[in-house]
């Protein structure tokens, strides 16, 4: 079976959140069980300055696109089975940043992403790879659907391909103003509300929802969750007409990647059965954020992107109750700036016991999974929400806000039954927060109730 893969970022090659991980991942998967995958990417300056060895596949081609003719190259890389290729058009992805920098998002986006879908049909064509499943991502490749349908419509090449569409965050969806569709070449009539018109703009998530044969979402009560007013974006009524293709799927990991008896990030492996190499990346951990960490004050670790969605503002709010709970925190994370400015004014004030960095470091999230006796996640809404799936790996306990994939993926702790891997919070509140944070610190008080519960989360993994 042949499928191609459409994602924005794919690990490890580009990541900025959970995306690049599942991206990545899912096709080696695949691949292993006999599918023939190429996954397409753009060619991102991020990819070019890794010093990959890139073969190249086409050296030169170009699409008429909104009266334009677009020149791009296509490179391929393959490990694990799986051909990534990548689309090459330094114009639009030579850049900083994947989607934006510092200053808000490429004003340009809505070409540069229907051309990276458009670019990824037009190299399926040229390679003969005719696929049986086209699988986009995200409003980035959303728009694959609609050239799908309304450019190629009856093309034979594509024609026996069935088309799935993965929404891995509803609130992003690609707004751009009316004018965009003829510039990317997809005819003007397709600005009303039945099609890609949405309050006045042209929303690319709507080809994917639309146009797609299936949409999966990342978990079965996210599936549930944006089909109402609250979690659906302005999109709810949309996807309930399409309640009969829509499938929540909780996210996979793969532990390949995350297994801290192998990782090569952390400072010492360790394995359920011997946890020992666990307290040297306690230790460790508070030696890069320049703090002490006796083994009778938990580690409460966050790696995260600093934004409402992910309750930040909520930790502030809850800040100076959480460090009257006698713990150390540990927050590593980017994204919106008033937070980050709270934080770190935040850790002046608590700067025995708060460690902070603005950064986005791969080796130092792993040390943090590793490293950390409890994983803080007190998200508005999640998706699914990877970094539990993580710490309950490395037996950091989560303590999470139960909501999307949080609810689906956490159980809250029950001593008295031995069951549960974690703690729930309903309201996104302080209060509910700092008693759920209270509730873990209770039970690590105990070590030999903290040792049976990070037993059972790891049997959960
Ligand atoms: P989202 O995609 O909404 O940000 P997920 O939980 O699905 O959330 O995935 C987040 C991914 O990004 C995880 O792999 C996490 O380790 C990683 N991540 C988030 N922030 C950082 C950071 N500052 N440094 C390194 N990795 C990060």
């Known amino acids: 079976m042949k499928v191609a893969f459409l994602a924005s970022e794919v690990i490890p090659y580009a990541k900025t959140g959970g995306l690049a991980d599942v991206a990545g991942a899912l096709p080696r998967f695949l691949a292993g069980l006999g599918a023939d995958v190429k996954v397409f990417l753009p060619l991102y300056r991020a990819v070019r300055t890794k010093g990959l060895v890139l073969e190249p596949v086409i050296e030169a081609a170009s699409l008429e696109m909104g009266g334009r003719s677009l020149d791009y190259a296509v490179h391929a890389h393959r490990a694990d089975r799986v051909t990534v290729l990548f689309i090459d058009r330094p114009e639009f992805f030579d850049r900083d940043g994947l989607y934006g920098t510092a200053a808000g998002d490429y004003p340009d986006n809505g070409e540069r992403f229907a051309f990276f879908s458009r670019a990824a049909l037009e190299t399926m064509r040229a390679l003969d790879f005719s696929p049986d499943i086209i699988h986009g991502h995200d409003w980035q490749s959303a728009l694959a659907f609609a050239y799908l349908r309304h450019v190629y419509g009856g093309d034979p090449f594509f024609a026996r391909a069935r088309t799935l569409f993965t929404i891995h965050n509803l609130a ?127 580690v409460v670790g966050m790696v995260t992107r600093l934004a409402g969605q992910k309750g930040l503002d909520i930790v502030c709010e809850a800040l100076d109750d959480l460090m009257g709970l006698g713990l150390t925190l540990i927050i590593l994370g980017t994204g919106e700036q008033k937070i980050q400015d709270f934080l770190l004014a935040a850790r002046k004030k608590h700067s025995d016991r708060f460690g902070l960095k603005i950064a986005f470091d791969e080796r130092i999230a792993h040390t943090i999974y590793a490293g950390s006796d409890i994983f803080l996640i007190p998200s508005r809404y999640e998706p699914c929400g990877l970094t539990q799936m993580y710490a309950m790996k490395y037996g950091t306990i989560p303590v999470v806000r139960a909501t999307g994939g949080l609810e689906d993926s956490v159980q809250e702790y029950d001593p008295r039954a031995g069951e549960g891997n974690g703690f729930k919070f309903l309201e996104a509140e302080a209060g509910p927060l700092v008693e759920a944070t209270a509730r873990a610190l209770a039970v690590f008080k105990k070590p030999g109730s903290w040792r049976k519960l990070v037993g059972l989360s790891l049997i959960h993994i």
């Open 172 to 298: 992003y969806q690609g707004l751009f103003e009316q004018e965009v569709l003829a510039r990317v070449g997809l005819p003007p009539a397709l600005f009303n509300m039945n099609d890609l018109e949405y309050f006045g703009q042209v929303n690319a998530l709507k080809a994917g929802i639309l146009y797609a044969d299936a949409v999966t979402t990342v978990s079965p009560r996210y599936s549930r969750e944006i089909q109402t007013p609250e979690f659906g974006c302005g999109l709810d009524g949309l996807l309930r007409s399409r309640a009969g293709v829509l499938h929540g799927i909780l996210n996979g990991v793969d532990y390949r990647d995350w297994d801290p008896a192998t990782d090569r990030h952390i400072p010492r492996n360790f394995t359920p059965a011997d946890l020992s190499g666990k307290k040297v990346c306690r230790e460790m951990l508070g030696l890069e954020f320049g703090l002490a960490a006796p083994e009778d004050r938990p």
